[in-house]
């Protein structure tokens, strides 16, 4: 046997507001103030809290660029921390007390100039600052800029389309005629005709 229960909004057919106060407070966003975040401006202290340790919630922060790329950066303090872990690494290798350091396999790719060298470094690099490369040369170093290298390209052949061949136009014998030509022989048909009919009107002798 089934049970067929009763829906509860049925019971409230003929209800003007179905048991909810107010009509007006259940249209659209309602009867709290607004969708989402609306109305947290700054004098919304009613929703201050819900996004006080939000710290990028106000304010503007700018964009970040697509084209940007990371650069791994090494300073000179830094090299002298670690001088030792590169050696045993096989990032470097030491003389006495020089030490020659490859800093491209480190995949870093520029030097700074913080800190002073403690001996004399022999390094090679894709690009480093003016006062890194001066202080390194002040201790008897070195620092040389590795080029990258840029593969060619080849440009492409280009091709040549055929030139059209314009189509010969056979002018007609009167339009190959010159203007001029045509004028001396239209006044000549004019003398010509008028010849006739004067010798036609003279009376015949009898």
């Given at each position: 046997m089934t049970n067929n229960i009763r829906k509860k909004s049925s019971r409230h057919r003929g209800s003007f507001t179905h048991g909810h106060g107010e009509k007006k407070k259940r249209r659209g966003a309602g009867h709290r103030g607004g969708r989402g975040n609306a109305g947290s401006g700054k004098r919304g202290d009613a929703k201050k809290p819900s996004y006080w340790k939000d710290t990028k919630y106000?304010?503007?922060?700018?964009?970040?660029?697509?084209?940007t790329k990371d650069v791994n950066t090494i300073s000179i303090a830094q090299l002298n921390s670690s001088i030792e872990n590169l050696v045993a690494e096989g990032f470097a290798t030491k003389n006495q007390n020089k030490f020659t350091i490859n800093l491209t396999a480190m995949n870093c790719d520029k030097l700074?100039?913080?800190?002073?060298?403690?001996?004399?470094?022999?390094i090679s690099?894709?690009?480093?600052?003016v006062g890194a490369i001066e202080k390194i040369k002040a201790a008897g170093g070195e620092v040389?800029?590795?080029?990258?290298?840029?593969k060619e390209v080849?440009?492409?052949a280009e091709?040549?389309?055929?030139?059209?061949s314009e189509p010969?136009?056979?002018?007609?014998d009167k339009a190959a005629e010159k203007p001029v030509e045509?004028?001396?022989?239209?006044?000549?048909?004019?003398?010509?005709?008028?010849?006739k009919q004067k010798v036609s009107n003279k009376p015949s002798a009898e």
């Open positions: 106000m304010g503007k922060f700018g964009f970040t660029n697509p084209t700074l100039g913080t800190g002073k060298p403690v001996a004399q470094y022999v690099v894709a690009a480093a600052t040389i800029i590795a080029v990258k290298e840029v080849k440009p492409k091709v040549k389309k055929p030139a059209k010969k136009v056979e002018k007609s045509q004028k001396a022989k239209a006044q000549s048909n004019k003398v010509a005709g008028a010849q």
